[in-house]
C-alpha cells in the first residue's frame, strides 16, 4: 500500500464539542466516567477538570477505537488506535495526531516503523 495513502487514510476526527453531550455513568468533572457525545461517540476512563485526562477509550461510533492516555481532552502520549477498516498504530500520539515514534500496520500486515509527527511518517 503507497504510505502517502496509509497516511491519509489513517487521519483521526477529534472529538466533537461536548456541548451535546452527556455523562452516562461516574464522575466526568474530576474522576473516573463514561461520557457520551450526541454523534455516538464514548470516552470511558479518567477525567480532570471536565476533559479526558490520563488513561482511557475512546469509541467512535464509525467503529474506531483508541486506547491509551489523554491530556486535557486530546490523544497525548502512548496509545493504540484501531481504525474500523483494520488500520492499527501502536505509539506516540501529541495533538490528536501520531506524533513520536510508533508502528502503523495496514489490514494486509504491511508495517511503517518510525517516528511520525502530525500525522504525517517522516522516517526511520
Do not use: H, W
Amino acid at each position: 500500500m503507497n504510505k502517502a495513502l496509509l497516511i491519509v487514510s489513517f487521519v483521526f476526527l477529534c472529538y466533537p464539542l461536548t456541548i451535546f453531550a452527556e455523562c452516562i455513568k461516574g464522575d466526568c468533572i474530576t474522576g473516573q466516567g463514561t461520557f457520551v457525545y450526541q454523534n455516538g461517540d464514548k470516552f470511558v476512563g479518567q477525567f480532570k477538570d471536565g476533559k479526558s485526562n490520563g488513561n482511557g477509550t475512546l469509541t467512535s461510533a464509525n467503529g474506531d477505537k483508541y486506547v491509551g492516555e489523554f491530556k486535557d481532552g486530546m490523544l497525548k502520549g502512548q496509545g493504540i488506535l484501531v481504525r474500523s477498516n483494520g488500520i492499527k498504530y501502536i505509539g506516540e500520539f501529541a495533538n490528536n495526531k501520531l506524533n513520536g515514534y510508533g508502528t502503523l500496520t495496514s489490514p494486509e500486515g504491511n508495517e511503517l516503523k518510525g517516528k511520525f509527527k502530525d500525522g504525517e511518517f517522516i522516517g526511520e
